[in-house]
Structure formats: C-alpha cells, structure tokens
C-alpha cells in the first residue's frame, strides 16, 4: 500500500537518467505549464515562451545525467528555463506596449503599417498553471503576475532583475535557491530585488486586474462583458462609450496606432471600427475577460483580433485589441463563422 502511494518521481528520474524517453516525458509533464508561463512573464511573447520551453526541455533532456539532486527537480528545471529565457531575451528586442512606441493618434483614416518583428507584447492565453496546490493568496500572485500591465512592466527591466523578481515574489523561491538558479550569491539576489520591485512599481497599476474583477464580483464582470458584446455586435458606439472610463485607450498592435481619451476612440469606432460587421465570442487572456474578434469580410466572419480588456472602477480603461489572426490559434475559438450576422 505505501509503495502504491509514494511519489513516482523518483523512479521517473531514475530511469529518464538511464536515458528513457517516456519517463522523462512523465517526469517534466507537471512542471511544463508552468514553466511555459515562467517564459512568458520572462519574454512576454507566446511565440519566444514556446521556443524558450522547447529549448528547456531540450537542455534538460541533455544535462539530465549530471543532475545530482542538491537542489529539488523544481529548482533545476526552472534554472535551465530562465537560462534559456536569459539567451533568447538577449537575442531579441524588448517586447513593448504601443504607447511605448509612439504617440497617441487623431486620425482614425491613418492607423500607419504595421510594425512586424518581435517587437509587440502578446496576449497570454493560458493560465498561470501550477497554482492548484497554493492556498488563495498565493494563487491570486500567480494570476496577478500574468496581468498585461504587470507583464508589460516586466519587460522594462534587466534580464537578471526580472529572473529575480519572478523567482522570489511569484514563484516563491527563497534567496538561496533564487542565487543557485542564477550562479549568484543571496546578497546579490536580495539588491536585485529591490531595484526590480521598484521598476516595477512605477510602472504597474496600483490595482490588480484581479482586485478590480473582485470588487466587481462574477456577477458584474460577466454583465459589464455581455453589454460591450452586445454593444459591438450592434455597432453601437454610444453604449460603448459608457463603459469606457474618460481616459481609455484603444490599442492595436502591429498598427503604431493607438487612441487616447473617449473622445478619440469613439470617433476611431464610429469612422473605422464599424465599417463592417462583427462577431464576438468572449474568452480569457491574461487572466482577464477578453475576446475573440471577427470581422466579415462579405462573405465570412474571419479572425480580426484578439481583444483584452482592462478594467478600473467598474469600467474599461484599456481596449487593448491584437491585430493578428494567427493569434486565435491559441485559443479555444472556432477558426471563423459563416453565420448570417445577428
């Protein structure tokens, strides 16, 4: 009966050194979501997550012999990752907000080319896996830490810092084990912190994302969510306007162009926007509500873009729309509609 019960680990380990496969395979299987969420906060980019998780995979397979077990198999697998991260991070420019690019707009008829390259944050469409066995706080931490806004700050600081604030305020690595991820010393991790925690401040909301869902209960999200639904679907811009804060903005990446104020983007909705008909069917991103956005094209609705909503007060203060139709592959939505518009 013991024996049926003891952990499996061990054994995986045993025989994933003595070069099996399968169970290495068995053995990373429960650290693989959340070290692919570990390179998203790290490159803020699906796309570098995956390839910084297949080349930790790859690394861990390889140096696997030489794991000696003086740290747990958590410790070391998150190492090879935020290595992995660290090289690619170092190879590619920063990932950005499109009000880091570039001014805010006045024409909705000159929204400028799109900028490609690895340049723009992306949305996240899965979820901080690896959370179940947390108590409540530090659950709510980890959906906090895949936040747009808290992933865009990330993005602003030095490589070293930003392995370090992840390892030690969301992941919950102690400064030791944070030092050995890193080949540093506890003192060196303790001042990265700081100045990280600091960066960070500056640029984050001072509210949560999911502090505001909180304060607007289950109830009011999924009512404020169905009246912007609704609202869009009917190109109805006055009752858009009034679940928008005075300050919104409106962003679209790769288009640099972005709106600034309720004036500005209503005019963007009304002038542009609606040009054509749209369907939309809701989702998370972020840990956010969000949307999967198409656009009829006169004889489908084919995917437009993937649209996360930022909330304050009750209300949206960020539209931040993904002008990419690649990006709903990643998501569970269908890949178009041949429905007649509602």
Do not use: K
Not at 7 to 28: I, K, Y
Not at 31 to 39: D, K, N, V
Not at 119 to 129: N, R, S
């Amino acid at each position: 009966m013991a024996e049926s019960n003891a952990d499996p680990e061990a054994q995986w380990l045993s025989e994933a050194q003595q070069g099996d496969e399968a169970a290495f395979e068995r053995l990373v299987q429960r650290y693989r979501g959340e070290l692919h969420a570990h390179c998203y906060r790290m490159l803020g980019s699906v796309q570098d997550a995956e390839d910084a998780l297949q080349e930790t995979l790859l690394g861990a397979w390889r140096g696997l012999s030489g794991f000696a077990g003086r740290s747990s198999l958590r410790a070391w697998l998150y190492r090879v990752a935020t290595n992995a991260c660290l090289r690619l991070s170092s190879r590619r420019p920063r990932r950005m907000l499109s009000f880091e690019h570039g001014p805010a707009c006045s024409d909705p008829h000159d929204l400028g080319e799109p900028v490609a390259g690895p340049v723009w944050l992306e949305p996240w469409p899965a979820g901080p896996d690896g959370d179940e066995d947390l108590d409540p706080a530090a659950a709510c931490l980890r959906r906090e830490s895949v936040e747009l806004a808290f992933v865009a700050a990330l993005q602003h600081l030095p490589g070293t810092q930003r392995a370090v604030l992840i390892l030690r305020e969301v992941l919950g690595f102690t400064a030791a084990e944070a030092a050995g991820i890193l080949e540093t010393t506890p003192a060196s991790v303790n001042s990265a912190l700081q100045r990280a925690r600091a960066a960070v401040a500056r640029r984050a909301p001072e509210r949560t994302q999911q502090a505001e869902l909180a304060a607007l209960g289950p109830g009011g999200c999924r009512d404020l969510v169905d009246a912007f639904v609704s609202a869009w679907e009917r190109a109805d811009v006055p009752a858009l306007l009034e679940l928008l804060t005075e300050d919104v903005r409106f962003t679209m990446p790769p288009l640099p162009a972005w709106f600034d104020g309720r004036a500005h983007v209503g005019r963007f909705l009304g002038e542009r926007v609606f040009a054509t008909p749209w369907r939309v069917v809701p989702l998370t991103a972020n840990e956010q509500p969000a949307l999967a956005c198409y656009q009829h094209d006169g004889e489908r609705y084919r995917p437009g873009a993937v649209t996360v909503l930022n909330l304050r007060g009750g209300r949206i203060c960020w539209i931040a729309g993904f002008v990419d139709p690649a990006l709903h592959r990643s998501f569970p939505v269908p890949a178009e509609f041949s429905l007649p518009h509602r």
